[in-house]
């Protein structure tokens, strides 16, 4: 998946590899899981495969090797319009370590389990208040790009407003809990 995303940034313009890999971390990682790892080997394979090429461009004055600028090849266009032709692998899958842990926490202390909800509402309402700030210059990229930055909003929102009604409930369930628990301790005392 990873070396498509790479043919797909070098159709707008040509990038070093350290763009392509922000650009990925940045604004693909709601769509799957990107291992970071992957992208400057996958980076040498599209390049061993001829689907891009890649133009060393000396560095003015600055200390290190020259930099690398990898350009898409017709080899690797034609390449990419059989991957975006052909039907998607599989169905959309959320893999998040949050909600891996969050699905074991009736086993746990609920006060912790309103902690880490608390902190996934603080970190996705950061990633919610930057991706309304990239929205216009998304818009400005083409009607699918305006699409898919819009689906991250909303996808974004989705999960906040699920954090917040979670952590409501949970909180209301601990009331209830300590309701049912009071009225039982009384019962037990006025018939003891």
Excluded at 72 to 90: H, Q
């Amino acid at each position: 998946m990873i070396q498509y995303a790479i043919l797909g940034l070098l159709h707008y313009k040509d990038m070093h590899g350290y763009r392509i890999k922000r650009h990925i971390e940045k604004n693909f990682g709601f769509m799957w899981s990107v291992n970071y790892g992957q992208i400057y080997p996958n980076l040498k394979k599209l390049s061993d495969d001829g689907w891009i090429v890649i133009k060393k461009i000396e560095q003015n004055g600055e200390k290190g090797p020259p930099r690398k600028l990898y350009t898409i090849t017709d080899k690797g266009r034609e390449a990419f319009a059989e991957w975006l032709a052909s039907a998607p692998e599989r169905s959309m899958l959320l893999r998040d370590p949050f909600l891996m842990r969050f699905v074991f926490c009736g086993f746990g202390d609920s006060q912790r389990a309103i902690d880490l909800i608390d902190e996934q509402i603080k970190k996705y309402e950061g990633f919610l208040e930057r991706r309304e700030a990239n929205l216009e210059r998304w818009e400005k990229s083409g009607l699918y790009v305006r699409l898919i930055s819009e689906l991250g909003v909303e996808l974004n929102q989705a999960f906040l407003n699920w954090l917040k009604r979670a952590r409501e409930e949970i909180r209301s369930g601990e009331l209830d809990e300590k309701t049912l628990s009071r009225k039982v301790s009384g019962k037990q005392r006025a018939t003891g």
